[in-house]
Structures are given as structure tokens and as C-alpha cells.
T-cell receptor, first 115, second 113 residues
Framework: DADVTQTPRNRITKTGKRIMLECSQTKGHDRMYWYRQDPGLGLRLIYY???????NKGEISDGYSVSRQAQAKFSLSLESAIPNQTALYFCATSEGRRGVRDTQYFGPGTRLTVL | GNSVTQMEGPVTLSEEAFLTINCTYTATGYPSLFWYVQYPGEGLQLLLK?????DKGSNKGFEATYRKETTSFHLEKGSVQVSDSAVYFC????????????FGKGTRLSVIA
């Protein structure tokens, strides 16, 4: 079984809809991240969380929100989706204060299309 | 600030050719350096890393040496295979991992038989 899972894997929605992307991990890691990937732009950080009570904005947080429901779960929401949020979204994890903090492990991605 | 610059792709090579993908960085302090690989339809996975100057990371025939004097971490492989076709990302970590990784924009490699 995969250590970092994302649901759904693919989603097509309409402008203005609220969308939630979910990420779960069985690695026991404290830290979780959300990125989006666009052609030619690489990976851009949306939000990150170093533990359940710690949420931080990344480079491109506008239009997104997150919830860290438990150590193992980190959800990304688009409150009112717009077409330029069409992208591939990745969740990642890393160890916390005890362990190798700088290596991240990625989920398989969610392809989101906003019409 | 902290940043990573890698060569733009796409890079197209014939099987068994030599590969170099350039990566240079700007960072405060002493970063750790990484190469991640993304195969078609998959998430990123760690390919190799180096945590201090002159360290060489290696995996699956790929190598990269942490060069502090040139602030570089170029990825090399002596003989590429079709199965190496993927997008390669250079990344750095500062502050002992207490800030998120900084990624380059990725370089797409296509290897043809």
C-alpha cells in the first residue's frame, strides 16, 4: 500500500464550486505539504503544516485553505474554484523534529480541471 | 533569498548517451541538495541527496556532487536508458529542514531508442 495517498486522483469541476482534495499518510510523519504543478513553472508551495496545530502559508495560498484534521490527514480546499486553478496537485510529507526533516515524500497527485 | 536554477528542457537523448542536467543554487547558510524524479503519471520521488560540500549523492547510476565553490549540483549519468525518461527536479533545503524545500522548475528528459 502507498505511504502517501491522495483522493480523488482526477476531478473535473465548474467555476465557483467548492472542492476538497484529501491527503492521508501512513508514514507517521509530522510534517505535511500541498504543492501545485503547472507546466513550465515547476512545483509551487501552497500551504504546509509542521504539526496538527501549525499551519503556514506558502508561496501561492490565495484562493486556497487547508485543514489538518489529524497527524495523518491534511486537506486542501478551493472555496470557489476558478479556471486558473486547473493544475496537478501534490501532497508531501516529511519527518518532524526527530528524524531527517529535509527529505519529502510525495503522493501520486490529483489532476484538477476547472471548467 | 533561496533559489534553484536548472537548465531548461526538454532534453532529448539517444539510449546510452551521457546525461548532464545543470543545477545551480543560491542559499543562505549551508543547504542540503536534492534531485527528485517524476516518472509519467506519478508523484515525485527522491533520486539522491547530498548534505555537505564535496559530498556525492548516487542512485540508479545517477550521480551529483555538491560543489560549494560553484554553488552547483549537476546531475549526471553515463549511459541513459529509455526508462530514464522523466522530469527531474533539483531542490534545496536550508535551516536544517525547518523550512520547506525550494524546487527548481524541472527538466524533462526524453530518451529515444
Amino acid at each position: 500500500d502507498a505511504d502517501v495517498t491522495q483522493t480523488p486522483r482526477n476531478r473535473i469541476t465548474k467555476t465557483g464550486k467548492r472542492i476538497m482534495l484529501e491527503c492521508s499518510q501512513t508514514k507517521g510523519h509530522d510534517r505535511m505539504y500541498w504543492y501545485r504543478q503547472d507546466p513550465g513553472l515547476g512545483l509551487r508551495l501552497i500551504y504546509y503544516s509542521f504539526d496538527v496545530k501549525d499551519i503556514n502559508k506558502g508561496e501561492i495560498s490565495d484562493g486556497y485553505s487547508v485543514s489538518r484534521q489529524a497527524q495523518a490527514k491534511f486537506s486542501l480546499s478551493l472555496e470557489s474554484a476558478i479556471p486558473n486553478q486547473t493544475a496537478l496537485y501534490f501532497c508531501a510529507t516529511s519527518e518532524g523534529r526527530r528524524g531527517v526533516r529535509d527529505t519529502q515524500y510525495f503522493g501520486p497527485g490529483t489532476r484538477l480541471t476547472v471548467l | 533569498g533561496n533559489s534553484v536554477t536548472q537548465m531548461e528542457g526538454p532534453v532529448t537523448l539517444s539510449e546510452e548517451a551521457f546525461l548532464t542536467i545543470n543545477c545551480t543554487y543560491t542559499a543562505t547558510g549551508y543547504p542540503s541538495l536534492f534531485w527528485y524524479v517524476q516518472y509519467p503519471g506519478e508523484g515525485l520521488q527522491l533520486l539522491l541527496k547530498a548534505t555537505k560540500a564535496d559530498d556525492k549523492g548516487s542512485n540508479k547510476g545517477f550521480e551529483a556532487t555538491y560543489r560549494k565553490e560553484t554553488t552547483s549540483f549537476h546531475l549526471e549519468k553515463g549511459s541513459v536508458q529509455v526508462s530514464d525518461s522523466a522530469v527531474y527536479f533539483c531542490a534545496l533545503s536550508v535551516n536544517s529542514g525547518n523550512t520547506p524545500l525550494v524546487f527548481g522548475k524541472g527538466t524533462r528528459l526524453s530518451v529515444i531508442a
